[in-house]
């Protein structure tokens, strides 16, 4: 079992900074923490979406509309999850969730299908 808590999120203006931390724990979160770990947001009225992945070997995915804004990176030793956003815009408003799963590096995609536990999210809102 794997349980995620996401914290960091908030109410910022368009054009701020927000990190999102997702703290990971369980008898089995060495083993997926290290696997494949992702971002995923949904916006009111849409469906949720994936943002950013980061494998065990270190490689990082981001979807489109976030490259060159989402970082993501963990620390492995607090088994913590991070997800930095810049330059933040109204559409960027939503609640953001830190999944994870069990994956080889070339099927930890942003998909949620290669996800097996979910957090239970941390609001952001922004506000123009």
């Known amino acids: 079992q794997v349980q995620l808590v996401e914290s960091g999120g908030g109410s910022v203006q368009a054009g701020g900074s927000l990190r999102l931390s997702c703290a990971a724990s369980?008898?089995?979160?060495?083993?997926?923490?290290?696997?494949?770990m992702g971002w995923f947001r949904q916006a009111p009225g849409k469906e949720r979406e994936g943002l950013a992945t980061?494998?065990?070997?270190?490689?990082?995915t981001y979807a489109d509309s976030v490259k060159g804004r989402f970082t993501i990176s963990k620390e492995n030793a607090k088994n913590t999850l991070y997800l930095q956003i810049d330059t933040l815009k109204p559409e960027d408003t939503g609640m953001y969730y830190c999944?994870?799963?069990?994956?080889?590096?070339?099927?930890?995609?942003?998909?949620?299908?290669?996800?097996?536990?979910w957090g239970q999210g941390t609001q952001v809102t922004v506000s123009s």
């Open positions: 999944a994870a799963g069990l994956r080889t590096p070339g099927y930890c995609r942003i998909l949620e299908t290669d996800f097996t536990y």
């Open positions: 369980g008898y089995a979160i060495v083993t997926y923490f290290t696997s494949c």
């Open positions: 980061i494998r065990s070997d270190g490689s990082t």
